[in-house]
């Protein structure tokens, strides 16, 4: 590839396109995948069936239970299904298969069975798509005992987090945005992949630690832009893998910083802020000059009306205001 | 119609008698062991249904795969699961299949070609699809038996893999054993269809009902369908009608069952009568004896190594979780 710049649905694409390339035990399940139906609803697989032929890239009923439950047969026998669930929230529909099956086979097998499964799967509020469309149900996927589950905040890392996702020998759950489907990054490098478990300090800092993943990062980076001109030195840091997280980095930052806001898209409640928020409590409570902020978005269902869905979401203004909070 | 009145060879006869005693004599001790206090488990009885996995067994090879349930005992055995591992699984000891770590809802062998135990009604489906999945996208003539009770032919996903797997026609037995009641609800009370077979044409698939107490019936319909599978006829759907003595789980009295019902099911109970035909038809009765003998033995052995088996260290919670154990 020599183009500078890709998006993130071709970071997706470059991601499996070099999977399939390395191994032919890769294969991809999922609504309209193949070239046929459109390379999918965004385009991720385009060419995908083109090039490795529709047995290894499937089309499959609207049937998520189905497509999960392929998936996690087909992994146990040595294939590594990337499965794509369009939408987050149809994977409620499967998540029998996910949780019960999936994170679980390896762990009742007594360590037997393997399963390499990839779900890919969009969501985020933010484009208009009402309740059913756009939750960020990490937290639920982060509770369950032998699921990963990994974001990108920029085309470059969906690229080397997505391939690692497919290479890894456990259930990852690789979650992309549909409100920054199309928006543009560094390419990288061919080959480049990124270490699950590892968080990536994106701009170091002295006096916050602003901890999240995936779309708010790029509004906490420009929070800590603005913070920096009047002498406030944020310090952004990106989970990338949301579980099993990365406790060091998390700790040696707000070591240093000895504040912190964690921020993310799914409401503020029970959310995977809450998890980090106590980590950082039990671990450096005598440390901190404030208490931890949390940021998410707010506590219903992701509203269609427009002013309504702004309010709802987080963004610059509420993150800056979390900072500020704590910064005396 | 199945080729129900061929003549089955002598050998098979035994084979099929070896795995109905086997079941028989394995699911008597359980039960011996639970209610005489000596074994605290979760047991979910196959008596009654015994010849239903002894025939289908008998006419799969071992190499070929199964996904089965909760009630599952008959099933594992027949298929091969070595028994002292079997025992000291469904005991939670160490030297169990999955270390103690399954349990008796959860055994895994794959070198029996047991792949996926499932506790969820109508989970196995979606799963024994891509099983099947893997076998026909690499080639290999093996088929992947799914059996589940009547119970899971109303649960989404029974619809969903039947669809699945007719459209792909994948080599795959969908094995529903009617025992005709879920849990203690009586099938005709929970299903609109008058019997399960009916479903299997709206899928598209061949379907089969037969006689699950009758070993030549139950024998031929599995051959009919693995062998179709085997060369690429796609998924059958067999419907065998059996019953279960025992209830639901042990400790269940049945009472939910009529009288004349159960009482005429036990005149028609598969284990005695096997016998006599086989008797009837000139099988020596020593031969039937030997085998008798040596299951008992077999079943007595495992069963003491299984009692006096250790525990597993309790560091196998960290283990499995993921492929790398967790930090303590």
């Known amino acids: 590839m020599s183009v500078e710049t890709i998006t993130f649905g071709q970071a997706s694409n470059m991601a499996m396109d070099e999977a399939m390339a390395a191994d032919e035990r890769v294969i991809i399940l999922g609504e309209d995948v193949a070239d046929d139906q459109g390379g999918g609803v965004w385009k991720a697989t385009l060419g995908l069936s083109a090039k490795y032929g529709t047995q290894r890239v499937r089309s499959t009923p609207i049937a998520e239970q189905a497509i999960v439950g392929a998936a996690v047969g087909a992994a146990l026998l040595g294939y590594r299904p990337v499965a794509e669930i369009m939408l987050m929230n149809f994977i409620t529909v499967g998540m029998d298969q996910l949780v019960n099956h999936a994170a679980k086979l390896r762990f009742m097998s007594g360590g037997q069975s393997s399963v390499p499964l990839t779900i890919r799967t969009a969501s985020g509020p933010g484009r208009g798509f009402g309740g059913q469309h756009s939750d960020m149900l990490e937290a639920w996927f982060a509770h369950v005992p032998g699921l990963k589950v990994v974001t990108a905040s920029s085309p470059a890392d969906a690229k080397g987090l997505l391939l690692a996702c497919i290479e890894d020998d456990d259930p990852c759950i690789f979650i992309e945005n549909t409100a920054t489907y199309r928006a543009a990054g560094p390419a990288p490098n061919p080959g480049l992949r990124l270490p699950l478990g590892r968080a990536h300090v994106v701009r170091a800092g002295s006096d916050i630690s602003l901890i999240g993943y995936g779309r708010p990062i790029g509004d906490a980076l420009a929070v800590a832009e603005d913070l920096a001109k009047e002498g406030i030195f944020c310090e952004v840091v990106d989970l990338r893998t949301i579980a099993p997280f990365d406790r060091e980095t998390i700790l040696t930052s707000v070591a240093k910083t000895r504040r912190a806001v964690i921020v993310h898209e799914a409401v503020r409640e029970f959310g995977v802020g809450a998890e980090i928020a106590s980590l950082i409590h039990e671990e450096l409570f005598g440390e901190l000059k404030a208490p931890c902020q949390r940021v998410g978005a707010s506590f219903s269902a992701v509203p269609f009306s427009p002013p309504l869905e702004q309010a709802y979401m987080v963004g610059r203004a509420k993150i800056e205001q979390a900072a500020r909070s704590i910064l005396n | ?328």
């Not at chain 2, 009902?209 to 062998?227: I, K, L």
């Not at chain 2, 085997?230 to 059958?236: D, E, F, I, S």
């Not at chain 2, 069952?257 to 005149?267: S, V």
């Open chain 2, 1 to 328: 119609m199945t080729d129900s009145d061929a003549e089955l060879g002598e050998d098979v006869l035994l084979d099929i008698y070896r795995r109905m005693v086997l079941i028989h004599r394995t699911d008597e001790k359980f039960r011996a062991l639970i209610t005489g206090g000596e074994l605290q488990i979760i047991y979910y009885s196959p008596r009654g249904q015994e010849m239903v996995a002894a025939a289908t067994m008998a006419a799969l090879r071992a190499d070929d795969y199964l996904v089965t349930t909760y009630r599952g005992l008959h099933d594992q055995v027949a298929k091969g699961v070595p028994l002292p591992e079997l025992w000291a699984e469904y005991a939670g000891k160490v030297s169990g299949t999955c270390k103690g770590k399954g349990g008796p809802m959860h055994i895994t062998h794959p070198n029996s070609g047991v792949m996926v135990t499932t506790g969820i009604v109508g989970a196995g489906l979606p799963i024994a699809n891509g099983l099947a999945l893997a076998t026909q996208l690499s080639g290999e003539d093996k088929v992947t038996l799914c059996s589940f009770g009547d119970g899971a032919s109303n649960i989404g996903a029974f619809h969903e893999a039947l669809n699945m797997a007719a459209v792909w026609r994948l080599p795959v037995i969908f094995l529903c054993q009617n025992n005709l009641f879920g849990e203690h609800t009586a099938f005709a009370l929970s299903t609109g269809a008058k019997q399960v077979v009916d479903r299997a044409d709206s899928y598209g698939m061949r379907g089969v009902q037969v006689n699950g107490n009758d070993a030549w019936e139950m024998y031929a319909a599995a051959s009919e369908a693995a062998a179709r599978a085997r060369t690429g006829q796609g998924p059958t759907l067999i419907e065998a009608k059996t019953f279960r003595f025992m209830g639901h789980v042990l400790g269940d009295t049945s009472h939910y069952i009529p009288k004349e019902q159960m009482a005429a099911a036990k005149a028609a109970d598969p284990v005695p009568g096997f016998r006599r035909l086989l008797i009837e038809r000139q099988v020596p009765e020593s031969a039937l004896d030997e085998i008798d003998l040596d299951v008992r033995a077999r079943v007595e052995a495992a069963a003491a190594f299984a009692l006096a088996d250790a525990y597993p260290d309790v560091r196998e919670i960290r283990r499995d979780v993921f492929k790398a154990e967790l930090a303590a």
